[in-house]
């Protein structure tokens, strides 16, 4: 039986380990990255770009620079996505908000920082060479699209437009799908472009990666309703509280549920045809469905 659990915190503990070695000495500024980027993170999109290098055969270490950088992006999104311009929140990943337990000036430049030095990572790699530079070129590429204005960040203004407004289905998916499931499946995908995917695995782990990333999304409205703020290390009620475009409040909890559930279904049937390498992909699609932080 494939033990996610530990899995899990293998993984964390190798991207812990790396991602601290990046952000040393104690100016303000560093002080700042580095409380926000080691503040306690579950590192699914790290260990995401892990499990899809190794489900097509590739190494989980040559991953290490584009895991750093997803997890450095997804940090910055967080410190900015906490400003009181945007979700106004005051505690992330159990601790105070990156404003809160600094300035709002240098929570900016905290996230500016984190962003900035993801993209310094991935084009520093000391593994680049001749040979292989197209390849990281390309996922680049890929983190760089999913994490700018027409991915992520398109995601997060329609996210704060939408406040106050009601949605229909579609236009609360493509917020989620941007805000969310464009850096997930960036994380999976680049993984599997660096263990050298063929097309036919790429095309099946995308449509595992978009369904799981929409479900990740889904989960935390649910959680933002249901969930216990002791585990998940930030506040509840929020959302409502915002007046926000959330499954929750358009479709209710129990369908909101139940959406997510044939989400991981669908998530699970792209993903069938690999062989065992796919354990924790598997699994970490279950865990998505009913994890409490
Ligand atoms: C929170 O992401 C923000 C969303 C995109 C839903 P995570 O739930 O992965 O947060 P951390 O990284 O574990 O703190
Ligand atoms: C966060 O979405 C998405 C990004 C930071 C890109 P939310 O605002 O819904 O996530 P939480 O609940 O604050 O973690
Ligand atoms: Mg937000
Ligand atoms: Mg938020």
Same mark, same amino acid.
């Given at each position: 039986m494939f033990d996610l659990k530990s899995y899990l915190n293998k993984k964390r503990e190798i991207i812990d380990t790396k991602l601290s070695s990046y952000i040393e000495g104690d100016k303000l500024l560093k002080n700042a990255m580095h409380y926000s980027l080691m503040a306690?993170?579950?590192r699914l999109r790290p260990i995401l770009c892990f499990a899809g290098a190794e489900v097509v055969g590739? @190494?989980?270490? @040559?991953c290490l620079e584009f895991a750093s950088a997803l997890e450095m992006i997804h940090t910055y999104s967080l410190i900015h996505d906490d400003l009181p311009e945007m979700d106004n929140d005051k505690l992330r990943r159990g601790k105070a908000t990156c404003h809160i337990a600094f300035d709002h000036g240098t929570a900016l430049l905290a996230g500016d920082g984190l962003l900035t030095l993801a993209f310094e990572v991935m084009s520093d790699?000391?593994?680049?060479?001749e040979k292989n530079a197209v390849k990281y070129l390309k996922i680049s590429s890929l983190i760089s699209k999913a994490a700018g204005f027409n991915g992520m960040i398109e995601g997060q203004i329609l996210d704060v437009e939408s406040e106050g407004k009601i949605l229909s289905l579609d236009e609360l998916e493509k917020i989620h799908v941007l805000k969310t499931g464009e850096m997930i499946c960036a994380s999976v995908l680049s993984g599997a472009i660096m263990g050298e995917a063929t097309n036919k695995e790429l095309e099946d782990l995308k449509v595992y990666a978009q369904k799981i990333g929409l479900a990740f999304q889904v989960r935390d409205d649910i959680l933002n309703v249901v969930g216990n703020p002791e585990l998940m290390g930030k506040a509840v009620g929020t959302d409502a509280a915002l007046n926000k475009a959330t499954y929750p409040a358009i479709m209710g909890l129990e369908e909101s549920k139940k959406f997510a559930g044939d989400l991981i279904c669908d998530a699970l049937t792209a993903i069938e045809?690999? @062989? @065992?390498?796919a354990a924790p992909l598997r699994a970490i699609a279950n865990y998505i469905l009913d994890r409490k932080r």
């Open positions: 306690g993170g579950k590739g @190494d989980a270490k @040559d790699s000391p593994n680049i060479n045809s690999f @062989d @065992d390498k």
